[in-house]
């Protein structure tokens, strides 16, 4: 990911005198950009960093929020300002229904807009996923997901992993888990209407998403992640499971 243009220097003469941006535009220097010593409060030498300023550029669904502030260097003393961007888009949590006895994963098929934009194929193979609400817990989202997009109530809940999917420019958390279900009856369309979800359930064999996964037909990072954490379990959970 590039970097944008260079930032501007000082201009000479400083208050009012102009300076290119870096994208070919003539700015006015409104203060002085002297240096002048950073002295971070209490809080700040405590945390490692210090939040100047926040203000939000932009919101619908989603929110972007811009952010400047200071933090400390690997090498010692304080960085000079930064501003930042944030993607605010909530927290979300995903699940993998799987099938110890008859050996199966349950997967949905939806059209992303945003796969669309990059270039990929719209229509993407997913874990079921929700974001969080005010108030909701990680592992209810995940059961509610399960049943809202594949139609499988958990019988047992695991907890897999909790991570960043973009810490560079989102804040967005993730609560990953695998769900023990009963696929018997597992297959057709679901999704909630005033949601405008239009998904098809997909029910692989266990060999067959696998097969998927390492043939590079699996673009979504939580279902990567879902599956290689099977790879690493489906025997243990075959075991416990068939020795009840």
Not at 17 to 40: C, E
Not at 137 to 160: F, K, M, N, Q, Y
């Amino acid at each position: 990911m590039g970097t944008g243009p260079p930032i501007p220097n000082a201009a000479p003469g400083g208050t009012g005198a102009a300076v290119a941006d870096g994208w070919g535009h003539s700015i006015v220097r409104t203060r002085p950009l002297a240096m002048v010593a950073y002295v971070p409060s209490p809080e700040a030498e405590t945390a490692g960093y210090a939040i100047l300023s926040k203000e939000t550029v932009f919101k619908g669904f989603f929110r972007v929020d811009r952010f400047h502030l200071r933090h400390r260097l690997f090498a010692g003393g304080w960085s000079q300002e930064i501003e930042r961007e944030i993607f605010q888009r909530g927290h979300a949590a995903g699940v993998l229904p799987y099938d110890p006895v008859l050996d199966r994963v349950v997967l949905v098929e939806q059209f992303r807009t945003a796969a669309l934009v990059a270039g990929l194929h719209p229509w993407t193979i997913e874990v079921p996923a929700g974001i969080i609400g005010k108030d909701e817990a990680p592992d209810a989202v995940a059961r509610r997901e399960s049943v809202e997009e594949t139609g499988c109530a958990v019988e047992a809940l695991i907890p897999l992993y909790e991570f960043m999917p973009s810490p560079g420019g989102s804040s967005e958390v993730v609560w990953l888990f695998a769900a023990l279900v009963d696929t018997t009856h597992s297959g057709g369309l679901a999704g909630v209407a005033h949601e405008h979800e239009d998904i098809r359930v997909v029910v692989l064999d266990y060999a067959e998403a696998i097969e998927r996964l390492q043939a590079g037909r699996i673009e979504n990072a939580i279902t990567i992640m879902s599956l290689q954490w099977l790879m690493m379990n489906r025997e243990r959970l075959r075991r416990e499971r068939l020795s009840r």
